[in-house]
C-alpha cells in the first residue's frame, strides 16, 4: 500500500512539472524540445497526473 501512495505522488509531482515546463517553453514562443512538440509534452503531464490521481484513488479504496 506504501508503494501506492508514493508512487501516486512520484507521478502528480513529474505530471506536474511537465506541465510547468511546456507552459513555460511555449510562452518563449518555441513548438518544439528535444525533438516533441511543446503539446506532447503538456499532454504527458496530464497523463502522469492522471495516473497519479488513479494510483492515490486505488490506495483510498483499499484502506476502508
Known amino acids: 500500500m506504501n508503494s501506492l501512495l508514493w508512487l501516486g505522488r512520484i507521478a502528480g509531482a513529474g505530471g506536474a512539472l511537465l506541465c510547468l515546463a511546456s507552459v ?25 497526473m492522471v495516473f497519479g490521481c488513479f494510483c492515490l484513488l486505488a490506495l483510498l479504496t483499499q484502506r476502508s
Do not use: C, K, N
Open 24 to 48: 513555460v517553453f511555449r510562452l518563449r514562443g518555441e513548438y518544439w524540445i528535444s525533438g516533441f512538440q511543446i503539446g506532447t509534452l503538456l499532454q504527458a503531464g496530464v497523463a502522469a
